[in-house]
């Protein structure tokens, strides 16, 4: 499928990609406690700074700047602790707002729509676990000598964020169902965000020691 227009084994990518899109990662979980923390259509607005971001680090990988990020160790130093720095600041703050600050979730609750576009576009660009996925895996399912690859890369990535609406808006929905939940339980919101709190300081320990 698709072949003639430079994609290589369709089928085995769109199942490799519906396999790595349901993988827990720092992306998907900052989407599901924006909607938890701010409804439908805020969690809907994190979702989309995931989609641009893949859809830049698609580009790259396309056009070559991924591999050479991957190859030259300063730039992927550089990209690793920056994408770590931030997990661990994301983290730091939610377990900041959930344990220690005094009226957090008001405080949440008026965080303006713009920083959470921002949040999670800066999140999905300093992710260079990403950046080594699609050199290493989309990259592969594209005919390089096709007359025309930016075709393949066009169906690659619409494929990839169509997988990736349908998981996230199901994250979306779900968390948005958990806050009807949970706003008269305290303790267990409490407990909710300490856990997300401490999944993205984990997630910046793993970054951190993350080799090229």
Do not use: C
Request: avoid cysteine.
């Amino acid at each position: 499928m698709f072949a003639d227009l430079g994609v290589l084994n369709f089928w085995t990518y769109l199942i490799g990609a519906i396999f790595i899109v349901l993988v827990p990662g720092p992306n998907t979980l900052f989407v599901l406690k924006t909607s938890v923390t701010h409804g439908v259509r805020q969690g809907y607005l994190a979702a989309l700074g995931v989609f641009i971001g893949d859809a830049v680090l698609m580009f790259l990988a396309w056009a070559g700047v991924a591999t050479l990020i991957k190859t030259t160790p300063v730039l992927f130093n550089i990209v690793r602790y920056l994408g770590a720095f931030y997990l661990l600041y994301l983290g730091g703050k939610i377990l900041y707002s959930t344990l220690l600050k005094k009226g957090a979730g008001h405080d949440v609750a008026q965080e303006p729509r713009s920083a959470t576009l921002k949040r999670a576009l800066v999140l999905s660009m300093t992710n260079p676990k990403a950046i080594l996925f699609y050199v290493s895996f989309f990259v592969q399912f594209i005919d390089v000598h096709a007359p025309h690859s930016g075709v393949a890369f066009m169906i690659l990535a619409g494929v990839l964020e169509a997988v990736s609406f349908t998981y996230l808006s199901f994250l979306i929905f779900t968390g948005a169902y958990v806050t009807r939940y949970v706003k008269t339980r305290k303790k267990l919101a409490k407990l909710g965000n300490s856990l997300i709190g401490l999944l993205f300081v984990g997630f910046a320990a793993r970054l951190a020691t993350l080799q090229s």
